[in-house]
Antibody, heavy 120, light 113 residues
Framework: QVQLQESGPGLVKPSETLSLTCRVSGDSISNHYWNWIRQPAGKGLEWIGRIYITGRPEYNPSLESRVTMSLDTSKNQFSLNLSFVTAADTAIYYC??????????????WGQGTMVTVSP | EIEMTQTPLSSAVTLGQPASISCRSSQSLVHSSGHTYLSWLHQRPGQPPRLLIYKVSNRFSGVPDRFSGSGAGTDFTLKISRVEAEDVGIYYCMQATHFPPFTFGQGTKLEIK
């Protein structure tokens, strides 16, 4: 059974960098594309970016200047860094696995999410 | 970026009755491959979303057959033939045709009347 678990600080100060990790169990991180998606409280979903074992990560153009994603195959996990955060970055952050055939069309496995608040 | 617009934003349905949610995209979601990458997800309170329908009308593994999807081009519909208590929550449509980015509708909240 594939499981994803997000971890990281629940509180980040404005202008600092938000750093989260998603640990993958039950599957090799080398086999799929892995994503970060966020959801402000009471609001909808926003895709942040995705990463694969090869190639460059792909980011939402709206966040691209502040986002960095990386993979750690030795720990079977992947990470998100979001720099220069503001209150608008306060949200639940989910990691999720892409699903598809030859084209990746959605997400089939999600972590439970981790709440990150940006506040002084 | 493709905008996804859902209607209604909320709906209250009696148990056992049908429910319908519409989703409209700002551009056609027909991919150059000929496939249409529109999916539906369901989020129960306090839970992450889960995939229900992919490529307009295909039920994902384990999804009950009371859920069905239809549509083409820019207009899509999710139908629940007989609403059950576990169906409450928020439903999102999502497009993958014009990636990046993946984009979602604003969500439709389904409640029991």
């Amino acid at each position: 059974q594939v499981q994803l678990q997000e971890s990281g600080p629940g509180l980040v100060k404005p202008s600092e960098t938000l750093s989260l990790t998603c640990r993958v169990s039950g599957d090799s991180i080398s086999n799929h594309y892995w994503n970060w998606i966020r959801q402000p409280a009471g609001k909808g979903l926003e895709w942040i970016g995705r990463i694969y074992i090869t190639g460059r990560p792909e980011y939402n153009p709206s966040l691209e200047s502040r986002v960095t994603m990386s993979l750690d195959t030795s720990k079977n996990q992947f990470s998100l860094n979001l720099s220069f955060v503001t209150a608008a970055d306060t949200a639940i952050y989910y990691c999720a696995r892409n699903v598809g055939d030859w084209y990746l069309y959605s997400f089939d496995i999600w972590g439970q999410g981790t709440m990150v608040t940006v506040s002084p | 970026e493709i905008e996804m617009t859902q209607t209604p934003l909320s709906s209250a349905v009696t148990l056992g009755q049908p429910a319908s949610i519409s989703c409209r995209s700002s551009q056609s979601l027909v991919h150059s491959s000929g496939h249409t990458y529109l999916s539906w997800l369901h989020q129960r309170p306090g839970q992450p979303p889960r995939l229900l329908i992919y490529k307009v009308s295909n039920r994902f593994s384990g999804v009950p057959d009371r859920f069905s999807g239809s549509g083409a081009g820019t207009d899509f519909t999710l139908k629940i033939s007989r609403v059950e208590a576990e169906d409450v929550g928020i439903y999102y449509c999502m497009q993958a045709t014009h990636f990046p980015p993946f984009t979602f509708g604003q969500g439709t909240k389904l409640e029991i009347k």
